[in-house]
């Protein structure tokens, strides 16, 4: 496979459930990114990684916890999420955590929180 | 605090026109700006990288000016075909990420 998977494509989980998504590379990147995109509403980064340490948290809420154990692999687990967090997550890499490189997107995971 | 407006927020025009899509910057010291193409329920699919040196990015019938002095960019689509029919979104740096702006819902009908 090239360029940034993801999966699983769709999601509908519980309240209660525990779940994660998983975001891979193939372009030898060494940043990558998590972005939340609800209805009606930009673009909203979550998380970034460079070389493997995290760089950002844009004051997401703890039910949220990102893994980046190597520069191909992000996984973004979830916990006891509200409804409110219905939404389309996209993962992107780039080279490196500079908007002087291209970010490359994933198809994303429509998730439902029910 | 970098804010990005895009203007109209939809579109909808016959197969085979030319159309202008507009994005605004509030703040005007980048030295890039991306151009990206969304279809429903996908991912995001670059489609320019527009450096400020630049000022302009062709690519096909896609033309893409930048002009950091007024906060503005233009993505210009030549001969528009149903299959352009998608949301477009502009990112504009800030720091070391990119703020994204709420995007153009465009439709070519045939």
Redesign the interface.
């Known amino acids: 496979e090239t360029g940034?998977t993801?999966t699983p494509r769709h999601l509908v989980m519980g309240m209660t459930n525990k779940k994660s998504l998983k975001c891979e590379q193939h372009l030898g990147h060494n940043a990558m990114?998590w972005y939340k995109q609800s209805a009606?509403?930009?673009?909203e980064?979550m998380f970034?990684y460079n070389f493997k340490e995290q760089?950002?948290n844009n004051s997401v809420p703890s039910r949220f916890s990102p893994e980046c154990p190597n520069s191909s692999h992000l996984f973004l687990h979830l916990h006891t999420l509200q409804p409110e967090d219905s939404a389309?997550y996209?993962c992107?890499s780039s080279q490196e955590?500079?908007?002087?490189y291209?970010?490359?997107?994933?198809?994303?995971t429509?998730l439902t929180v029910t | 605090k970098q804010e990005v407006t895009q203007i109209p927020a939809a579109l909808s025009v016959p197969e085979g026109e030319n159309l202008v899509l507009n994005c605004s910057f509030t703040d005007s010291a980048i030295y890039n700006l991306q151009w990206f193409r969304q279809d429903p329920g996908k991912g995001l699919t670059s489609l320019l990288l527009i450096q400020s040196s630049q000022r302009e990015q062709t690519s096909g019938r896609l033309n893409a000016s930048l002009d950091k002095s007024s906060g503005r960019s233009t993505l210009y689509i030549a001969a528009s075909q149903p299959g352009d029919s998608a949301t477009y979104l502009c990112a504009v740096p800030y720091g070391q990420n990119f703020v994204f702006g709420p995007g153009t819902r465009l439709s070519v009908l045939p």
Not at chain 1, 40 to 43: A, D, I, M, T, W
Not at chain 1, 97 to 100: D, F, I, K, N, T
């Open positions: 940034v993801q990114y009606k509403k930009p673009l980064l970034v760089t950002e389309l996209l992107a955590q500079s908007p002087s291209e970010q490359y997107f994933g198809p994303g429509r």
